[in-house]
């Protein structure tokens, strides 16, 4: 069953360094969405992306976000100057048709 | 902004028995979807309802999307030990605006 895949699993990182984070979301999907889970709180969303550009953002992606698909298979999800407060886990999702989004099995992202 | 209310916050239940949970929202959702999260992993995605009072079943699992179009409920019948986990729902705004907005999850125990 074709599925979101994210890489690394687990991203340890000092403050203030750069981080990328990497999704390939399935093949025939459209629609791409990062969300991010603070531990034990809800989910909440970032950003989605649609024909090559962002579509819409929340208020916590700042100017220090950004996300790409740089090829034909991957999206991915750039911090610039990573914060304490940027620890989470982030979630890749795709959508074929913009309504059920499927969600890739994250990356625990730990700001040190 | 928008918030969904879910509850019970947490169920503890015993095996075989059945759960019921539900989802409020200050706001109308177009579309409402059901989430289960394992720990560490990311949502799965369980039932997706498209139309106020719609009723969808996915095994043992019920969903129905409320009237009012602020409200969604999920049973399960005959609990078995693998249901154990966070069930969030999520609601999705007007056509365009795909972002889902998660519930604050309801965690499902079951005791042996």
């Known amino acids: 069953e074709p599925e979101v895949t994210q890489t690394p699993s687990h991203q340890v990182t000092q403050m203030g360094q750069e981080v990328i984070l990497r999704c390939v979301p399935i093949?025939?999907?459209?629609?791409f969405y990062w969300y991010r889970q603070i531990l034990g709180q809800k989910v909440e969303f970032l950003v989605s992306?649609?024909?090559?550009?962002?579509?819409?953002k929340s208020e916590i992606f700042d100017d220090q976000f950004s996300v790409e698909r740089p090829d034909g298979s991957n999206f991915t999800l750039k911090i610039r100057s990573t914060k304490l407060e940027d620890s989470a886990m982030y979630f890749c999702?795709?959508?074929?048709?913009?309504?059920?989004?499927?969600f890739g099995q994250g990356t625990r992202l730990t700001v040190v | 902004g928008q918030q969904l209310n879910q509850s019970p916050q947490s169920m503890f239940i015993q095996e075989g028995e059945d759960v019921s949970m539900n989802c409020t929202s200050s706001?109308?959702?177009?579309?409402w979807l059901w989430y289960k999260q394992d720990p560490g992993e990311g949502p799965v995605l369980l039932i997706a309802?498209?139309?106020?009072?719609e009723l969808t079943s996915n095994g043992r699992l019920t969903a129905q999307f409320g009237i009012t179009r602020k409200d969604s409920f999920l049973n399960i019948s005959a609990s078995i030990p693998s249901d154990v986990g966070i069930y969030f729902c999520?609601?999705?705004?007007?056509?365009?605006?795909?972002?889902?907005?998660f519930g604050t999850g309801t965690r499902l125990t079951i005791i042996p």
């Open positions: 999702a795709s959508s074929e048709d913009s309504t059920e989004a499927f």
């Open positions: 093949s025939n999907h459209l629609y």
């Open positions: 992306f649609y024909n090559n550009e962002i579509s819409e």
């Open positions: 706001s109308i959702f177009n579309t």
């Open positions: 309802l498209y139309k106020a009072g």
């Open positions: 999520a609601g999705q705004g007007l056509i365009g605006n795909e972002k889902l907005t």
